[in-house]
C-alpha cells in the first residue's frame, strides 16, 4: 500500500530533551511538508522540503531542525529550545507544487 | 502574508440536511489552489474537494460542492445530504509558491 506512515503515534519526553518524529513516504513524491497543530490554530506548517538535500524553514520554524538525505524521508527534530513543543505533529508530502497534499496520522508529541 | 479566515468555530446539521462552511482569505496572488480538509476523530486529514483560482467553474464531489467567488475571495463549502459520518473538522487552506496556509477549522455536528 502506498502511503504516508509517521511514528511514533504517542511520544512523551522530559523538559530539555531532543525528540525526532519520523515521517515516511513510498508515493515517490518530491515536496514533504512538517505542520503543527494545536486545539483552535489549525495547522501551522515548520519546515519543507522541495527536493533531496534541500529544505526551507516555514511559519514556526524556530527550535526545530529537519534533513532530506532522501526521497522518502522527512524526519523532524524538536530540540530543547522550542518553547513549548506539546502539540499533534503532522507529515504530508506532494508531487508537485499545486497538487493536493497528502497526510500522514500524526503524532502526538507530550513534554513532562 | 496570506491569511485564511473561518469564522464560525462551530456548526450543527440535521442528517439529511445541507449546511455551508464559510470560508474568506487575503492574497495578492493571482494562481493559487483552494482546498478544504477534513479531519475527522482519528485526526486524519483528508481532502474533500479542490478548486484552481483560474476555474470559474465550481468544484463538485458527490455530495460536496464549492461555491468560489473569487473577486470576494471567498471559498465556501456546501454540504448536501449530510450523513453522520461527516461529523468533523473541516479546514480551508490556500495554496500558492508552494505553502499551504490553513484556516482555523470549523467543528460540524451532525444531529441524527
Known amino acids: 500500500d502506498g502511503g504516508i506512515t509517521q511514528s511514533p503515534k504517542y511520544l512523551f519526553r522530559k523538559e530539555g530533551q531532543n525528540v525526532t518524529l519520523s515521517c515516511e513516504q513510498n508515493?515517490?513524491?518530491?515536496?514533504m511538508y512538517w505542520y503543527r497543530q494545536d486545539p483552535g490554530q489549525g495547522l501551522r506548517l515548520i519546515y519543507y522540503?522541495?527536493?533531496?538535500?534541500?529544505?526551507q524553514k516555514g511559519d514556526i520554524a524556530e527550535g526545530y531542525s529537519v534533513s532530506r538525505e532522501k526521497k522518502e524521508s522527512f524526519p523532524l527534530t524538536v530540540t530543547s529550545a522550542q518553547k513549548n513543543p506539546t502539540a499533534f505533529y503532522l507529515c504530508?508530502?506532494?508531487?508537485?507544487?499545486?497538487?493536493?497534499?497528502?497526510f500522514g496520522p500524526g503524532t502526538r508529541l507530550t513534554v513532562l | 502574508a496570506q491569511t485564511v479566515t473561518q469564522s464560525q468555530p462551530e456548526m450543527s446539521v440535521q442528517e439529511a440536511e445541507t449546511v455551508t462552511l464559510s470560508c474568506t482569505y487575503d492574497?495578492?496572488?493571482?494562481?493559487?489552489?483552494l482546498f478544504w480538509y477534513k479531519q475527522p476523530p482519528s485526526r486524519q486529514m483528508i481532502l474533500v474537494i479542490r478548486?484552481?483560482?483560474?476555474?470559474?467553474q465550481n468544484a463538485t464531489e458527490n455530495r460536496f460542492s464549492v461555491n468560489f467567488q473569487k473577486a470576494a475571495k471567498s471559498f465556501s463549502l456546501k454540504i448536501s445530504d449530510s450523513q453522520l459520518g461527516d461529523a468533523a473538522m473541516y479546514f480551508c487552506?490556500?495554496?500558492?509558491?508552494?505553502?499551504?496556509?490553513f484556516g482555523k477549522g470549523i467543528t460540524l455536528s451532525v444531529r441524527p
Open positions: 504530508a508530502s506532494s508531487p508537485d507544487y499545486y497538487n493536493e497534499q497528502f
Open positions: 508515493l515517490n513524491h518530491d515536496a
Open positions: 522540503s522541495q527536493i533531496v538535500n534541500d529544505f
Open positions: 492574497t495578492s496572488e493571482s494562481d493559487y489552489y
Open positions: 478548486q484552481e483560482a483560474y476555474k470559474q
Open positions: 487552506a490556500y495554496e500558492a509558491n508552494s505553502k499551504l496556509t
